[in-house]
Each structure stands twice: as C-alpha cells, then as structure tokens.
C-alpha cells in the first residue's frame, strides 16, 4: 500500500495520530483535486518528499505551508466553486514545488505514482 512507502513522517514530538491526520486530510483533498489539478502526480510526490525524515528543513516547510493551503478549508478561493476552486491552490503549489524542485526524489515520485494508481 503507498502509505507504507518507507518515507518516515518527521513530525514534532513523534506523534503518530498527526501523521495520520495529515496523512487523512491530504489524501481526502487529492481525490478531490485530481480533475482539477493537471500535475497531481507531482503534488503527491512534493507529499512524500515533505514526509521524508531526508529533507531539509527548509524544504519540508516550504512544502507543508504548500500543503497546509492545499488541504486547509480556509481558502482565498474557496474549492467548491467550479472552474475556480483550486486555482489559487495551483498557484500555491506551483510556487513550492518549483522552489524544492531539487529535493523532489525519484524514489518521491515513484511513491507518488504507487500512490495514484492505488488511490485511483
């Protein structure tokens, strides 16, 4: 299964009830998200890099602010609205995922494609 992909949640405190939480949010959001989103693939494998104990600090905040946004309900746009919902998410994302490019992994985006074809 993807969510036994082997990248360890670095979390604050070792709590494993966040991860899962996080782990929940994201995962309800990209389904959501997946019509929308023309380069999921990629947002999945910035979730894996984010979640891998590997990364640099820098990143993984860069990152997770990213994601927060992605998965939070509070939204500039708000989601629900066709057409529009996630396009401010997009740009978000765009803008993370462009700046830690470098520590977006193969074995991150394999994680990602595993993922996809599970959660398809």
């Known amino acids: 299964m993807a ?4 990248f360890g949640f670095f979390g604050f405190g070792g709590k494993l009830a ?20 023309p380069f ?5 494998a910035a ?9 640099p600090l820098r990143a993984k905040g860069i990152l ?3 994601l927060g946004y992605f ?6 746009i708000p ?8 396009t401010d998410d997009i740009a978000v994302l ?7 490019r470098a520590h977006i992994t193969t074995a991150h985006r394999q994680a990602a494609r595993d993922a996809m074809a599970d959660k398809g």
């Open 79 to 86: 989601d629900f609205v066709f057409g529009l919902g996630f």
């Open 3 to 6: 969510q036994q992909s082997g």
């Open 47 to 55: 979730y894996y890099c984010a979640m891998d104990k590997n990364t």
């Open 18 to 37: 966040d991860e899962s939480e996080v782990r929940e949010k994201f995962w309800r959001t990209a389904k959501k998200a997946a019509r929308q989103i």
């Open 64 to 66: 997770l602010a990213a």
């Open 71 to 76: 998965v939070l309900p509070v939204d500039v």
């Open 40 to 44: 999921m693939e990629e947002v999945v």
């Open 94 to 100: 765009t803008a993370a995922i462009t700046a830690v």
